[in-house]
């Protein structure tokens, strides 16, 4: 039971370059989640979903798109990189969608932009 | 969403108790009061969570007066492994609608120090 995976772990990327960051998880969870976590800010959720097929914004989402197309995938979108963006990502994934279920995160995408 | 207030840094030396405070001054009627732990290079954890009074399990305690405009996290007899950012969220049950924008707002967290 691997629990949240994330892939790649780092990147390196060119401002206008894209990338798309993978998010797996094996428990079966409806509800899965991207933040990113940049130095003296914490966690900010970007976007969310609830279930296949479905999506929707969170706090930050300008600049990034996601897709779940499978209920244990969710896939976030660079399309034209940023060095704003340069931050580590986290995805994670719950049974429910209420901030009183525990989240469970995955170990986090470093991604810098130069 | 309830805004949360945290101490953003804090020093304990081995096998002290420690105690950190978190001010949700706005919580709402149906908001549960969540706790994370988050070590260096790796995603947030869940240790605990309450609604009211007291709740304790293997990592730690909970506790959360009548008025319930704070909470308090408790680590008994803390080690070095205990060095970690520690998060208080504070959760809008809201159910999802599909149509805005659903926010969940770890802050900036605490970051304890455990100093041999």
């Known amino acids: 039971n691997a629990g949240v995976t994330q892939t790649p772990k780092f990147r390196v990327l060119k401002t206008g370059q894209s990338m798309t960051l993978l998010c797996a998880q094996d428990?079966?969870?409806?509800?899965m989640y991207w933040y990113r976590q940049d130095p003296g800010m914490g966690l900010r959720l970007i976007h969310y979903s609830v279930g296949e097929g479905t999506t929707a914004k969170g706090e930050v989402p300008d600049g990034y798109n996601v897709s779940r197309l499978k209920k244990q995938n969710f896939l976030l979108g660079l399309e034209s990189a940023a060095p704003s963006q340069t931050s580590v990502y986290f995805c994670a994934s719950s049974s429910r969608a209420s901030p009183e279920d525990e989240q469970y995160f995955g170990p986090g995408t470093r991604l810098t932009v130069t | 969403l309830a805004k949360t207030t945290q101490p953003i840094s804090m020093d304990s030396y081995e096998g002290q108790e420690v105690n950190i405070t978190c001010s949700h001054n706005?919580?709402?009627?149906?908001?549960?009061i969540t706790w994370y732990q988050q070590f260096p290079s790796q995603g947030p954890r869940f240790i605990i969570q309450g609604y009211k009074t007291k709740v304790t399990n293997e990592v730690a305690s909970l506790f959360i007066p009548a008025d319930r405009k704070s909470s308090t996290l408790s680590l008994p007899r803390v080690s070095l492994s205990d060095t970690a950012v520690y998060y208080c969220?504070?959760?809008?049950?809201?159910?999802?609608?599909?149509?805005?924008?659903?926010?969940?707002?770890f802050g900036k967290g605490t970051k304890l120090s455990v100093i041999p």
């Open positions: 428990m079966n969870h409806e509800y």
């Open positions: 706005n919580i709402a009627t149906n908001d549960y």
């Open positions: 969220l504070v959760g809008d049950k809201r159910p999802y609608s599909g149509a805005g924008s659903y926010q969940l707002t």
